[in-house]
C-alpha cells in the first residue's frame, strides 16, 4: 500500500494556525511523524487565499525536506502551482493533482514527461464529476490518452475515482469498486488512491466507515491512499487486509509492521 | 447481518467457572447483555466432559429462555447432543452445527424437516476439512444433496466454509472468498457464517484481522456470523460495511443503530 501522508493540509485548524503563525517547528514535526509512521509521500497542501499559495507551499516543502528524505506530494487544486512547485521538491514526488478538467493535465504532463515524478489523477472533467461507473471510466479513458501521449507510464498514476459521501448515496460504494476493478483490468501496473476520510461526512464514528471502505477498496485494487499514517488502529488494518487479501505471505508484513510499533501500541 | 452472539461458550474460562460453579446469574447476564446488543441467536456451548453435555446444555438453554426470547443456537460437536436438546428449546432456533462428517446430518436434518430450524453447516466431511475450494464446493453440493432430500430450504441453512487462520495460509482468505461467491451465486437466498475470529489466531493485534476479515467476507456474501455482540467497534464495523455495500439506502440503519448504543458510545 502507497501512503500519501494527509496531515500538512492548511484546511486542518491547527495547521492553518502554524502557517499562519510561521510556526516552523509544528510543521516540521507532522513531516517527521509521518515519515516515521511510514508514509511514502509527505502530502503539502497550503489552503490559503491564491496570492499566497505559490510562497507558503514553498515554506512548507522546504520545511518536510529539512527533515525528511520522504517525496513531497504537491497538493493544490490549481495546477499552476502544482507546475510552479516542482522547482521546489529535492527528488521526484507526487503532484496531486490533475483531471480532464480545464488545461492541468496539459500544464502538468510536459513538466513530468521526462521525469521519475508521479501523478494524482481524478476522475472528473469540466461537466463535473460524473454520477455513473460509465462516464467516469470514458473520463479515465481520456486521462490515459493523455498519459500516453506524454509517454507517462501507468505505474506512475495514481487513479482517485472520487469517492462521495456514503450518507447520500443509494447503492453505496458498488459503484466505484466496479470502476476500481475494471481499471485495474485495463493496466494493472496502474494506482488507484483516494482518501480515506470524505465518505463518512456527516456520519457517527467516522473511523469505522473510513476503515471498512479502505478494506472493501483494497480488496478491489486500491493500492494507494491519503490517509493519517499516524494512525495505528487504520495502518494496521491496511497489514491486516493485505494479508487477507493473499499480498502477504505467511503475515510476515504485518507482524513485522506491528514488531516496528506501526501499530498496536498505545503511545 | 444475522449476529449469533458467542459469549456462552465453556471454552471460554470465565464462562467454565460459571458452569462448574453454577452461577446461574453469571449465565443470564451474557444472555441478557448479548439480546439487547442485537443478538439475533445467543449460542450456548458446554465445552464440558461428554457425560455431563446434555444437562449442562439443558441448564445453559433454561437460563438463556429465562431472560430473552432470543432463539437459540445449539452449539455441540456431538449431533447427538443437538438433536436431544432441541427439545429443551421453546421455539426454532440453530442447530450448530452438522457437516458431511459420519452421520450428522442423518440425525440432524429429519428432525428439523417441518420445523423452522434453522442450521449451520460446515463444509467438511469424514476425510477431514478440504484444502481446495472446488473440493469444499463438491461439500457443499452433496449438503445441499441432502437439504433437498428433507425439504430444508436454503433460508434455513448457515453455510459455515471453515476459514483457517490466516498466519498459516498462502493466498490469505481469496480461495473461501470465492467458495462463499459461488455458494451465493448458487443460492442466493443461503446464508454464509463464521466465527470472526479463529482467522486471527497467532497474530498480534488480533482485532484488527477479525475486523478487516468480516468487512471482506461480507463484500463476498458472508451474512451471518459467530461473534461478541456486545463488541461496539465490530457492530458498528458490520452496520458500516452493510451502507457501504448498498445495503442501508442512506446510512439509515446505520445512524439508527448508532443512536439505540449499539456502538460509538463507551460504556
Chains 1, 2 share one sequence.
Not at 500500500?1 to 496531515?7: A, L, P, T, V
Not at 460524473?130 to 498519459?147: S, Y
Not at 516496528?260 to 501500541?265: I, L, N, Q, R, T
Request: glycine share 6%; charged share 25%.
Amino acid at each position: 500500500m502507497i501512503i500519501i501522508g494527509e496531515k500538512i493540509n492548511g484546511a486542518i485548524p491547527s495547521v492553518a494556525k502554524a502557517i499562519a503563525g510561521k510556526d516552523a517547528e509544528f510543521i516540521k514535526n507532522l513531516a517527521k511523524i509521518q515519515s516515521e509512521a511510514g508514509a511514502n509521500f509527505i502530502d503539502v497542501c497550503a489552503s490559503v487565499e491564491d496570492s499566497l499559495e505559490l510562497e507558503t507551499i514553498k515554506w512548507l516543502i522546504d520545511l518536510v525536506q529539512e527533515v525528511t528524505d520522504t517525496p513531497i506530494s504537491i497538493d493544490s487544486p490549481n495546477a499552476r502551482i502544482c507546475a510552479e512547485a516542482i522547482k521546489f521538491c529535492n527528488k521526484p514526488g507526487l503532484i496531486n493533482s490533475v483531471s480532464m478538467e480545464g488545461d492541468k493535465i496539459e500544464l502538468v504532463f510536459p513538466l513530468i514527461a521526462e521525469t521519475k515524478w508521479e501523478c494524482a489523477a481524478l476522475l472528473c472533467d469540466d461537466t463535473g464529476i460524473p454520477q455513473t461507473g460509465e462516464k467516469r471510466l470514458e473520463v479515465f479513458a481520456e486521462i490515459m490518452k493523455k498519459a500516453k501521449e506524454y509517454n507517462i507510464a501507468p505505474s506512475r498514476i495514481h487513479i482517485d475515482p472520487l469517492v462521495q459521501m456514503l450518507c447520500t448515496s443509494e447503492n453505496g460504494i458498488l459503484t466505484i469498486m466496479d470502476v476500481i476493478k475494471e481499471i485495474k483490468k485495463q493496466y494493472p501496473d496502474i494506482h488507484v488512491t483516494g482518501g480515506a476520510s470524505n465518505i463518512s461526512f456527516n456520519l457517527p464514528v467516522r473511523k469505522l466507515v473510513n476503515q471498512a471502505f479502505i478494506v472493501l477498496s483494497m480488496s478491489s485494487g486500491m493500492d494507494s491512499a491519503i490517509l493519517d499514517p499516524t494512525n495505528k488502529d487504520l495502518m494496521g488494518m491496511l497489514y491486516a487486509t493485505e494479508a487477507l487479501l493473499g499480498m502477504d505471505e505467511y503475515c510476515m508484513e504485518y507482524i513485522g509492521a506491528y514488531r516496528e510499533g506501526k501499530f498496536g501500541v498505545k503511545k
